[in-house]
């Protein structure tokens, strides 16, 4: 049985083989090699080539998934989250609620989502998902795009309704991706207020936010925090092999993070599928098992990775399950793999783009609790 991961806790054998970060057989001078830019400046909205199929992965007998503490609010969640937006692409419903019961089954009880995500489509399946008394065994976590008052507090009771619950646990500001949006949660009438009513109200537990963009938004979310006096339970962020190469979250906000006792929420391992179109996670030279432990082996709460198959769900439920401690030494060999094509964002679209801003293409979600564009 692999070792269950302690919460908080990343000492341990540092003699891990390499292996488990990287690729066998290919050596670092390759790196310099790979393409420097993916094909596509979308968002993968089905599974990147290579994925795997259900059958291509056993996962490990009696293996039980590690738990951490959520921050401060002493909660104990997976350290795999289940991603929200790739739960509204399979096809049919019924795939969607057997990828969400099947995580649970497994030990995934940290459930991601959003307000938004496929136009609401993502909060229905999930919703669906938890009828019959999975909603009990899961931490439910969604987002809300609201800058006003009015706007998240009418987010949040849709997204009551859309997920069939009387109480979320954790709702965050979603996209926090703009200088100005640390003014607007905090002003008047701002959708702190409506958070913070919703919490009194017993409607939502903990409260968070979440961005893409820059550290530097999110050093400016926490110093208004500060400001007001507010202490946030959770913060989400990009944490992978990439970002620690170019405006890098985990360098600049996790230490932030883990001094104030916020629970870190890690997202992204994979770039959302971008990492597969080039360098070298493409080529197999660095496995997608390193780039999901890579996150995992920080301070991190969670880990939120989407799987729009079983496939994929099995592929990060093996590498929660394997996760061990290793040696910085170890660590930093899987970052010389993607140096050299990190270094300017090319596969960090959700940076250096607004590819992934999707209150950027539907601004009225800022203003309004309507998924479609008014008039």
């Not at 292996?19 to 066998?24: K, T």
């Not at 259900?54 to 590690?66: R, S, V, Y």
């Amino acid at each position: 049985m692999p070792s269950r991961a302690s919460s908080g806790s990343f000492r341990g054998r540092a003699s891990f083989a390499r292996r488990d970060f990287l690729a066998v057989g290919a050596g670092l001078a390759a790196s310099s090699a790979w393409p420097g830019a993916p094909l596509a400046d979308d968002v993968p909205k089905k599974p990147q080539p290579g994925a795997p199929k259900e059958e291509d992965i056993k996962l490990p007998a009696g293996a039980t998934m590690p738990k951490r503490t959520l921050g401060k609010t002493g909660v104990e969640v997976s350290l795999m989250g289940l991603g929200g937006f790739h739960l509204g692409l399979p096809k049919e419903d019924k795939e969607a609620t057997r990828i969400v019961h099947m995580a649970i089954d497994h030990g995934v009880t940290f459930m991601d989502n959003c307000w938004d995500y496929n136009e609401g489509k993502s909060h229905a399946r999930m919703g669906k998902a938890l009828a019959g008394g999975y909603r009990s065994k899961v931490f439910l976590m969604t987002k809300i795009d609201g800058r006003t008052r009015a706007a998240a507090a009418a987010q949040i009771e849709q997204s009551l309704k859309s997920l069939g619950t009387d109480t979320i646990d954790l709702v965050q500001v979603h996209e926090v991706i703009r200088m100005s949006d640390a003014e607007r949660v905090f002003g008047p009438n701002g959708a702190i207020e409506a958070l913070e009513a919703a919490r009194k109200a017993g409607k939502i537990r903990f409260i968070g936010f979440t961005g893409h963009k820059s550290p530097e938004i999110h050093l400016a979310m926490l110093k208004a925090a500060k400001a007001h006096k507010f202490h946030y339970d959770t913060v989400q962020m990009p944490l992978n092999v990439m970002d620690a190469h170019y405006a890098s979250f985990g360098q600049k906000v996790l230490p932030v993070l883990v001094e104030e006792g916020i629970g870190v929420l890690g997202m992204k391992p994979l770039g959302s599928g971008i990492f597969f179109r080039g360098g070298p996670v493409a080529s197999g030279q660095v496995s997608a098992r390193a780039c999901l432990q890579y996150p995992m082996r920080l301070p991190t709460s969670v880990v939120i990775t989407g799987c729009d198959t079983a496939g994929i769900l099995k592929q990060g439920l093996e590498a929660a399950y394997t996760v061990q401690p290793v040696a910085a030494k170890v660590r930093d060999e899987v970052l010389a793999e993607t140096a050299s094509v990190a270094k300017d964002g090319a596969f960090e679209l959700y940076k250096t783009s607004d590819t992934f801003d999707g209150t950027a293409k539907h601004p009225w979600w800022l203003e309004t609790a309507s998924l479609s564009k008014p008039g």
